[in-house]
């Protein structure tokens, strides 16, 4: 079946460092790869996505890139900011007639200034 | 912002109660989903719907059921409510596109349910 596997958190940074969150999933076929994020006691937002092999997502100085090869779809930041502060979920969608998001357990990110 | 609301928004109920959450959307997308979120567990999918009248199970459906008479609702019932259930519940909404299965979902913000 179809999983996502990212790390663990949480993970806590000072201002104007760099950030990376590992993705890694399991498909069959050809998924598109979603990044959300969750700011505190909000629903989920979706934060940018790529739908195929070599696809960069890009939104708000975070980007990803889907890597068919290496099956991973790392979020990184060159520069966070006190308010990037979130739990951070990355999420696959399959494809082939299916609308279904499985997501990774979260990674919870806090900014200290 | 997508028009999703989720009501009510926090809730607490006792043990073998029944209790329904109620998701409506002006969004008139034909998917709709529920999730609940758990510590340690990120998001799982409960149960969806594909259109009026059909939904499927997700992947902890047990102890829930689901109805969607109308476009717009979609309704979660816990059918007697036990502490494990206690939870943090999503909605969500997604639309086909036209030669794309790949689209992307909005939430809700959530109901928080209590079972004491």
């Known amino acids: 079946g179809n999983s996502v596997t990212q790390m663990e958190g949480p993970v806590t940074l000072s201002e104007e460092a760099f950030l990376t969150i590992n993705c890694t999933y399991t498909?069959?076929?050809?998924?598109?790869l979603f990044w959300y994020v969750q700011y505190p006691g909000e629903g989920l937002q979706l934060l940018l996505k790529a739908t195929k092999a070599d696809d960069k997502g890009s939104n708000k100085g975070f980007e990803a890139t889907y890597r068919k090869e290496t099956t991973s779809f790392h979020l990184e930041k060159g520069s966070v900011q006190v308010s990037d502060s979130a739990v951070y979920f990355c999420a696959l969608s399959p494809g082939a007639g299916s609308y279904q998001l499985t997501f990774g357990k979260g990674t919870k990110l806090s900014v200290i200034p | 912002d997508a028009g999703i609301t989720q009501s009510p928004r926090h809730k607490v109920t006792e043990t073998g109660t029944p209790v329904t959450l109620r998701c409506h959307q002006t969004e008139n997308h034909r998917y709709m989903y529920w999730y609940r979120q758990d510590p340690g567990h990120g998001l799982r999918l409960i149960h969806y719907?594909?259109?009026?009248?059909?939904?499927d199970k997700g992947e902890v459906s047990d102890g829930y059921s689901v109805s969607r008479s109308k476009t717009e609702d979609f309704l979660l019932t816990l059918e007697s409510a036990t502490s494990s259930q206690t939870s943090v519940y999503f909605c969500?909404?997604?639309?086909?596109?036209?030669?794309?299965?790949?689209?992307?979902?909005?939430f809700g913000q959530g109901t928080r349910l209590t079972v004491v």
């Open positions: 719907s594909y259109g009026v009248k059909d939904t």
């Open positions: 498909a069959t076929g050809y998924p598109s």
């Open positions: 969500a909404i997604s639309e086909s596109v036209r030669d794309t299965y790949n689209t992307e979902a909005f």
